[in-house]
């Protein structure tokens, strides 16, 4: 009825002399003392420590960070109004790079370094905005049609791989060219574009996950069906689609920006959008090449910071590739 008690000698620190003595505890007591459980860890929690050890996640999220850090304190980070002409004494032309101008002036006197900084809230509105939009969509239709099957999945399905069939940029081109020039179709047409993308990847994490125990389990007991799909399923089948937003985000910020080179993006040309930027100074490669080289390094390190992050999630997240991380 009770635990059988043991007796085992203390151990005292070195250099005390104690007689020997013995302490009565439990059984239970003495295999809690020999065997140290340590607290279950969530998937999640688990993932964050996996991250915090790559060198390449962290880089990413140095660069994600700076990109965060510029776009919420433009105003304060800015030296100038990146929309003021003429800061060389009222003459529109573009000068180096210099200690006052720390990125030069472009053609209109404009301080580039402001609206480079500027151009930093521009780049992740859109590219969060595209991305919503898409995964929004994808979700929706993904979970549809890995989930009810039939005629439903086999509809949705062929008209994503029409989409798929048209490459993500050229598909965006005509959507834009369709809607029209602007910041808000330029939004529109990169999301659109990325649909199929997420819808294809849930779909496939939820048949994956249609045979497991715990559905089985709750359709057994006559959980409804909408239910087992938002609590049972979708929870568990969102992992890679995380991460593949991450990766989709710097993907739709090159998409913008090349529409917005091809004159499809803002069409105020004063916009201080990196990709109308570099539109600006195509006429002045030879002359000015700083105009380019610095809103195009921009969108480099934005991208990459992405994909960095993208990469340490996929790695953490999946366990293929757990005992790398």
Known sequence: MYPRSYSVPVRHPPGRISPERRDPISLAEAEVHEIQLDAPTGLWREAWRRIIRNPGALVGMVFIAALIVA???????????????GLNDGL???E????????????LGRDQF????FGARYTLLIGLVAVGIG???GLAI?????????WIDSILMRVMDVMLSIPGLLLAIGIAAMLGPGLTQVMIAVGVAQIPIFARLLRGSILAQLDNDFVLAARSVGV???????????????SPVIVQATLVLATAIIDVAGLGFLGLGPQDPSTPEWG???TDSNEYLQVYPWLAIIPGLAIVVSVLGFNLIGDGLREALDPKFRGRA
């Open 71 to 85: 776009a919420v304190f433009a105003p304060l980070i800015a030296p100038h109004d990146p929309l003021a002409q």
């Open 276 to 278: 109308t930027m570099l």
């Open 96 to 107: 180096n790079p210099s200690r006052d101008y720390l990125f030069g002036l472009d053609r």
């Open 142 to 150: 993904g979970a549809i049609a890995g989930f009810f099957g039939g």
């Open 224 to 238: 409804r069906r909408w239910s087992i799909l938002f609590s049972h399923i979708l929870p568990n089948s969102l």
């Open 114 to 117: 402001s609206r480079v900084i």
């Open 92 to 94: 529109l032309r573009a």
């Open 135 to 137: 995964l929004s969509a």
